[in-house]
């Protein structure tokens, strides 16, 4: 196949870092005047919801914990409504900004205080279960990965999701579902390896 004179192609040195973790959240690293404040620093203030906690760590195909490395997050409310411009049903949550960046910490963990979504309309009819939406930088990764995060304790929706459906195809679900206990969700992320997570293509 001939492909345009425009054509790019990506190179090996197109990759995130080796400071991808500094640049997304400078303040965190006492490089104070390029931003107010971290963006994404705060997911949750005055919002209606259930409370909890998901944490869990970044682990590339070593085993190793990997900090040079940003998490996001991106979810529905309580109500399983999107705080979006490109939303168009209303009811949101205004106080509810659904978003939230962290950097892995030195031994590539995250935590993150939000809200536990609720269901939201899936493609075709019907709902998805609820869920968080993850999106990974980090050095070494050419190209930000995105998965998703369900609840351990929503067998039944689990059951029902589309995407989770795929990924059971492949013996694959349980990398992307977030272990609950009590209020808190633990939800580690394998970049490569045996249990390597699912990724999603955007």
């Not at 944490?55 to 409504?81: H, L, S, Y």
Request: charged share 20%; net charge negative; aromatic share 10%.
């Amino acid at each position: 196949m001939v492909r345009p004179f425009d054509y790019l192609k990506e190179t090996p040195s197109q990759t995130a870092g080796p400071y991808v973790h500094i640049g997304m959240t400078p303040n965190l690293y006492d490089i104070n005047g390029v931003i107010a404040e971290d963006l994404g620093k705060s997911v949750v203030s005055d919002v209606k919801g259930e409370r909890i906690t998901v944490k869990g760590r970044v682990i590339d195909g070593g085993g190793n914990p990997v900090f040079d490395c940003v998490v996001e997050i991106w979810q529905a409310d309580a109500n399983g409504i999107y705080n979006s411009p490109a939303e168009h049903r209303t009811g949101v949550d205004p106080n509810f900004v659904g978003w939230g960046r962290q950097a892995a910490g030195g031994n590539g963990e995250f935590s993150f205080e939000t809200i536990k979504p609720g269901p939201v309309p899936a493609p075709g009819g019907g709902f998805m279960a609820p869920h968080i939406t993850f999106w990974i930088v980090a050095r070494g990764i050419n190209i930000g990965l995105m998965t998703r995060m369900y609840f351990s304790d929503e067998h039944e929706a689990n059951g029902k999701d589309p995407v989770l459906a795929k990924a059971r195809m492949i013996g694959r679900e349980n990398t992307m579902i977030g272990r609950r206990d009590g209020d808190t969700v633990t939800f580690d992320i394998y970049l490569q390896g045996e249990n390597e997570t699912v990724f999603l293509d955007a």
